[in-house]
């Protein structure tokens, strides 16, 4: 019911800076009860953890490895969700998947995006 696309991964060096945003689309009623949007990352052989997230009312909660440095943001209207990460360390080389909760019941993923951290 919920397409999410990524953009905005890349290679850049420690100390960098990079923006992913996850735009959503599908039906009216679907995007409407998007409730909460998030960003997740996976290590190869690591397993997927959380990033960040946001509420629709605007409530955000970080790891604590990313702190300080990541801001994650939403634009209801244009039903996007952001994270600005700045002072890129390699230990944040991943791939970052756009997460969306619809409802009570629907959660959706978006294709992943690969973040290359050079030391």
């Known amino acids: 019911q919920v397409q999410l696309v990524e953009s905005g991964g890349g290679l850049v060096q420690a100390g960098g800076s990079l923006r992913l945003s996850c735009a959503a689309s599908?039906?009216?009623?679907?995007?409407?009860?998007?409730?909460?949007m998030g960003w997740y990352r996976q290590a190869p052989g690591k397993q997927r953890e959380l990033v960040a997230d946001?509420?629709?009312?605007?409530?955000?909660n970080y790891a604590d490895s990313v702190k300080g440095r990541f801001t994650i943001s939403r634009d209801n209207a244009k039903n996007t969700v952001y994270l600005q990460m700045n002072s890129l360390k390699p230990e944040d080389t991943a791939v970052y998947y756009c997460?969306?909760?619809?409802?009570?019941?629907?959660?959706?993923w978006g294709q992943g995006t690969q973040v290359t951290v050079s030391s």
């Open positions: 997460n969306v909760r619809v409802g009570l019941l629907h959660e959706y």
């Open positions: 599908g039906a009216s009623g679907s995007i409407f009860r998007i409730n909460v």
């Open positions: 946001i509420t629709k009312g605007g409530s955000t």
